[in-house]
T-cell receptor
Framework: DVKVTQSSRYLVKRTGEKVFLECVQD?????MFWYRQDPGLGLRLIYF???????EKGDIPEGYSVSREKKERFSLILESASTNQTSMYLC??????????????FGQGTRLTVV | AQSVTQPDIHITVSEGASLELRCNYS??????LFWYVQSPGQGLQLLLK??????LVQGIKGFEAEFKRSQSSFNLRKPSVHWSDAAEYFC?????????????FGRGTSLIVHP
């Protein structure tokens, strides 16, 4: 089974802190994604990456950056956390090459609270 | 740009009743379509997907969905709902800029099941 693992289920951080959310997948997937989930808004794409060291902005990249130094790991960085970044963050991965298996596989999510 | 509309924020059904969750998409080419389910506090799990071929697709947990190109719809159905089906359901369309499928999600439909 594909496994996407997010390093923390719950995080509480202070305003202004630099926050790192880590995600690791074990299926050799090329694509990795970070989504933010808020009630009534569904999942919104923050950033995605289709290869090591490659990244593309999603729909709501402001206030976030990402890092992909290894194929299996994709990190989301909040440079200076703010209260409006309190949310559930979901990491996902998918294959770029296996056309019949391009669905995204999700981690369990990290619920981040910024106080 | 692609988009997904799930017109129902909440759906309430009685256990044993049939279920239909609506999904409409907007995408210029042939879409790749997905339904995911999210139980409370969990990540998203794929229920089913449509890529091509038979427009009626079967998924896990007794769910099915029908792709109707003329209506730009991909509605999810189940003939008899179980209490354990209570969850959040997300429809997604996969667009393919540059060769990688990027899922765009609807806002979700919350399913409530009465005993």
């Amino acid at each position: 089974d594909v496994k996407v693992t997010q390093s923390s289920r719950y995080l509480v951080k202070r305003t202004g802190e630099k926050v790192f959310l880590e995600c690791v997948q074990d299926m050799d997937h090329e694509n990795m994604f970070w989504y933010r989930q808020d009630p009534g808004l569904g999942l919104r794409l923050i950033y995605f990456s289709y290869d090591v060291k490659m990244k593309e902005k999603g729909d709501i990249p402001e206030g976030y950056s990402v890092s992909r130094e290894k194929k299996e790991r994709f990190s989301l960085i909040l440079e200076s956390a703010s209260t409006n970044q309190t949310s559930m963050y979901l990491c996902a991965s998918s294959s770029r090459t296996r056309l019949l298996n391009t669905e995204a596989f999700f981690g369990q999510g990290t619920r981040l609270t910024v106080v | 740009a692609q988009s997904v509309t799930q017109p129902d924020i909440h759906i309430t059904v009685s256990e044993g009743a049939s279920l239909e969750l609506r999904c409409n998409y907007s995408y210029g080419a042939t879409p790749y379509l997905f339904w995911y389910v999210q139980s409370p506090g969990q990540g998203l799990q794929l229920l089913l997907k449509y890529f091509s071929g038979d427009t009626l697709v079967q998924g896990i947990k007794g769910f099915e969905a029908e792709f109707k190109r003329s209506q730009s719809s991909f509605n999810l159905r189940k003939p008899s709902v179980h209490w354990s089906d209570a969850a959040e359901y997300f429809c997604a369309v996969g667009a393919r800029p540059g060769g990688s499928y990027i899922p765009t999600f609807g806002r979700g439909t919350s399913l409530i099941v009465h005993p």
